[in-house]
């Protein structure tokens, strides 16, 4: 199964939008129309060929990853994000939801993970693949099943670890009852499934470029608490940190340690990190770590998804010294109740370049924004 992706470049980081404030020019990468009516949650990537890299989740315009007409759309840049192609549809199945959740060049060779579920089981019949691309994201293999794990988990960002292996966070449902209930379409869980229904975390390791994968960890909250999204970083050799998204009431990320590169990870822990229950990234940036986090919402928000923050640690996360206002919602210029969002962060950085890039989702569009280094390492 091939995909060709169309070099029709028309989108400009020229259109600002007005209720929004950025702390660094923004460039368009994705704006919704007729024809994809939804963009979420984009992977940003650099290819082997310099080109710059995103997939999608597109469908119907509701905010909702279980709709089985969502699909794994994708876009490209062939000018450092300046301009991007128009979105396709890379992967869709008839009867699930899908969508793309990682593509991982540190390998050479791009390696996209995505997941299709039936969406009346809130993920409980999730199924990952993976596909491959021999031209820089152009075109892409027949997707296949992750070789040496169950496939019931949602992969996350890769990091390559000190020791050569590639590490990559997942986690999945897991049910402690009610294994035959389904979602209903009032979006509201069927009475009693909240205690019974929740999720857990871990991680996949390869040693081998990918052809077999080992799992490890069972990272959960013993009251029946949510773990979900996990994202991990290196700090020391052999020393991992795993920040993880949880319930919203507890208001603060939680985490988890591995001293053994992510064969063995301690209980979850709540952490003093402000997170209003949605996904944090974290990068290592020459000796210095740089967090993308949507901070709970102080007084006059409406939810916590209006203010994204970049926190820089010089100390292996003991400590962010740093923090500065991305991007943020200015909810005067938007009625209260289509108030959108600046979340789901997305990035790398680019050594040659000394650039962190980095995405994000605003509601019907997706933006890019270029830090230079020295914003990171001063």
Known sequence: METMASKDLNYSHEKYPDDIKFAYSPYLMFESS???SRGHEPTLRRMPDGSLCST?????????????????????SYDDGVTWTKPETLFNHPTRATWATEIFTEGGKPILFFCCHNEKTIFAELRTFMTESDDSGKTWKEPYSING??????????????????LFPVYW????GGWDAFWPSSGKPMPGMVDKWTT?????????????????GAIYRNDGGSSWEPEVTELEDGHLLMYIRSDIEDKVLWKSESFDYGLLWTPMEKTNISN?????VIYRVKDSYVMFNNVFPNKGFTNGRQRLEMWIS???????????????????????????????PHGFGDDHKNIFYLSLSCGGKLFMLKIPYKDILQ
């Open 34 to 36: 007729k024809d994809f």
């Open 56 to 76: 999608l989740i597109t469908g119907k315009d509701v905010f909702d990853d279980r709709l089985k007409d969502n699909a794994v759309g994708i876009i490209h």
């Open 149 to 166: 794990v169950p496939h019931n988990m949602v992969v996350r960002q890769g990091k390559v670890l000190r020791d050569g292996s590639w």
């Open 173 to 176: 449902t897991v049910q402690r």
């Open 200 to 216: 857990c975390s871990g991680v996949l390791k390869t040693s081998d470029g990918a052809e077999t994968f080992s799992l490890h």
């Open 276 to 280: 209003p229950s949605t996904k944090v």
């Open 314 to 344: 010089h100390d292996y996360c003991k400590t962010f010294s740093e923090k500065t206002v991305i991007a943020e919602i200015n909810c005067s210029k938007q009625p209260e109740q289509k108030i959108r969002s600046v979340s789901y």
